[in-house]
């Protein structure tokens, strides 16, 4: 049974459902140097963030079948921050399975580090989509 | 290590500006992990039935509830077709939200 279609019958009749998931698109690192944000790399996946993409069409699918009905979408940055690059790397290979961080991301961290001072804390931002459904009750 | 998640409060913000009033709200959490997000909204719901097929993060999850929010949330370390099986659809009362946070 669709995960969406069994949360359906676990609503009340006027239920709704909030999802949040990121947009799947490469989620970038910036680094800050003497209050100043600089662009080093992207986070990239193993099976390139698919499951966010099998997430709108789950969505879309619930939508189509009658389901639910979409009452409002919006999307914030969710942020990741961490005191160095070489600490967010390693959270990020500790807790994110499919996480691939090419080895050019921390190589271009450390010339930032050489060119501009220090590196204060860095941070890796996803756009992340968040949207209420509304459970369409079947007569 | 200093990792913080979500540091400018971005996800809680959107979080409670969609789900409104929580308040005599009985809410259903999808993928809770170790209760990360759960703490945030929690405290405004009535009662909260928190999920994640992911045993060690509920363990974590169940020794980090806050003693105010006992009697409020409730774990299992189940996935959603296991708590259907075991909860199905009319054996107690259902959902007013039910929230898939990165789960879906």
Request: proline share 5%; hydrophobic share 45%; glycine share 6%.
């Amino acid at each position: 049974m669709h995960a969406l279609e069994i949360i359906h019958t676990l609503l009340a009749r006027d239920g709704c459902l909030i999802d949040l998931h990121p947009d799947g698109q490469p989620p970038p690192f910036v680094a800050w140097i003497g209050g100043q944000s600089y662009l080093f790399g992207r986070l990239q996946e193993s099976d390139d963030f698919i499951e966010y993409a099998q997430a709108d069409a789950a969505l879309a699918e619930a939508i189509r079948r009658g389901w639910f009905e979409v009452e409002r979408q919006a999307s914030f940055s969710f942020i990741t921050h961490g005191d160095s690059a070489a600490e967010l790397f390693a959270f990020l290979n500790e807790n994110w399975t499919d996480a691939v961080i090419a080895d050019e991301v921390g190589e271009r961290a450390q010339e930032l580090s050489l060119l501009y001072g220090p590196i204060s804390s860095v941070q890796m931002s996803e756009q992340t989509r968040i949207a209420r459904l509304r459970k369409i009750s079947r007569v | 290590m200093t990792i913080l998640l979500d540091p400018e409060e971005n996800e809680t913000k959107a979080l409670l500006a969609c789900a409104g009033d929580l308040a005599g709200k009985r809410v259903l959490e999808i993928g809770c992990g170790d209760g990360r997000l759960t703490w945030r909204f929690a405290p405004m719901a009535a009662q909260v039935i928190a999920i994640d097929a992911d045993a060690g993060k509920i363990s974590r999850a169940r020794q980090n509830l806050p003693p105010e929010l006992r009697e409020r949330v409730t774990f299992y370390a189940c996935g959603l077709e296991q708590f259907v099986a075991r909860f199905p659809p009319g054996s107690d009362k259902p959902f007013d939200l039910a929230l898939l946070s990165w789960s879906l």
